[in-house]
């Protein structure tokens, strides 16, 4: 099984300054041939199902505001917040899909300073 | 609009079955442009993907489950399925239905979810 490991587990972030989410595999998840990186990021508030924020490592889900943005490659991978708003308050999972089984990150906890 | 609906006991038993579906409204079921997922998500914990099913009814699971787990799709009633025997108390669990948009590999990210169905284990 691919292992994620996030990072930090939780963080307080001051409304307008940005955050920053760590999500490390335990093995690469770029798939040469098509050189795309089979990771997703979700965004989940409590009492609701994880919605799907960024898929391949850095497209933006349709909807999702440009303040959320995804980078890395291979087996570093980083979610972006750039100016915390107060909706976004919420518990951040990475995912890989390159193999079987599916596997999350234990996520992230963000909340307001 | 896409969405899923999760239906089924909200109790079951230690030993029995645990049986969930998901409803798909607001688009087919059959399309080949996507499989068909379960997910779960104990109380205070994270995520653990159980298996998907592609609409050809190619399914994949994840191996420690894959003993007791089993996945259909229903086409004419636009519904898939998931069956999970001999439960415990740790099959307490959050259950969500979910939709990923590659086919064929039982691999995929996750862009449309139900809003989930507690099922708690107990006697």
């Known amino acids: 099984d691919i292992v994620m490991t996030q990072s930090p587990d939780s963080l307080a972030v001051s409304l307008g300054e940005r955050a920053t989410i760590n999500c490390k595999s335990s093995?690469?998840?770029?798939?040469?041939?098509?050189?795309?990186?089979?990771l997703g990021w979700y965004q989940q508030k409590p009492g609701q199902p994880p919605k799907l924020l960024i898929y391949?490592?850095?497209t933006r889900e349709s909807g999702v505001p440009d303040r959320f943005s995804g980078s890395g490659s291979g087996t570093e991978f980083t979610l972006t917040i750039s100016s915390l708003q107060a909706e976004d308050v919420a518990v951040y999972y990475c995912?890989?899909?390159?193999?079987?089984?599916?596997?999350f990150g234990g996520g992230t906890k963000v909340e307001i300073k | 609009q896409l969405q899923l609906q999760e239906s089924g006991p909200g109790l079951v038993k230690p030993s029995e079955t645990l049986s969930l579906t998901c409803t798909v409204s607001?688009?087919?079921?059959?399309?080949?442009?996507?499989?068909w997922g379960w997910i779960r998500q104990p109380p205070g914990k994270g995520l653990e993907w159980i298996g998907t099913?592609?609409?050809?009814?190619?399914?994949y699971y994840y191996p420690s489950l894959k003993s007791r787990v089993t996945i259909s799709v229903d086409t004419s009633k636009n519904q898939f399925s998931l069956n999970l025997t001999s439960v415990t108390a740790a099959d307490t669990a959050m259950y969500f239905c979910?939709?990923?948009?590659?086919?064929?590999?039982?691999?995929?990210?996750?862009?449309?979810w139900g809003q989930g169905t507690l099922v708690t284990v107990s006697s």
């Open positions: 099913i592609s609409y050809t009814g190619s399914t």
């Open positions: 607001g688009g087919s079921i059959s399309s080949g442009s996507y499989s």
């Open positions: 979910a939709r990923l948009p590659i086919t064929g590999t039982g691999r995929g990210y996750l862009d449309n």
């Open positions: 995912q890989q899909y390159y193999s079987i089984p599916l596997t």
């Open positions: 093995q690469s998840v770029l798939y040469s041939p098509n050189n795309k990186n089979y």
């Open positions: 391949w490592a850095s």
